[in-house]
């Protein structure tokens, strides 16, 4: 799973839970440029995963809401489980070098 898939993957996430959050939030709560949210959410766009939709607020300005299409749940799915599957390798080859670790000390107290 590339970078780009993982932030594909929250923005997917977010979306699915607050439709109506704006580009400028998604940027801050993901940690990335507005720039690189605009691209990506038009990449999404642009791959059906989502689509955007308008409606009026009180204030009487246009505000987006982004939708996911079955199409984008089964990306997230799907990227998902990639993410899922590369944090458990993660996890087991950490798990593998904290207990080397511990090993390797616990020889070390044996010495002392």
Do not use: C
């Amino acid at each position: 799973m590339t970078p780009t898939d993982q932030v594909q993957l929250h923005i997917l996430k977010i979306v699915e839970e607050q439709p109506e959050i704006s580009q400028r939030q998604l940027a801050e709560r993901l940690g990335v440029s507005l720039g690189k949210i605009n691209y990506l959410l038009k990449a999404l766009l642009d791959k059906g995963h989502i689509k955007a939709g308008n409606f009026l607020r009180a204030e009487d300005k246009l505000k987006y809401a982004y939708l996911l299409t079955p199409e984008g749940m089964s990306a997230k799915l799907q990227l998902t489980r990639s993410y899922l599957a590369r944090k458990e390798l993660e996890y087991l080859a950490m798990k593998s070098e904290i207990e080397s670790m511990r090993d390797e000390l616990a020889r070390y107290d044996e010495l002392a």
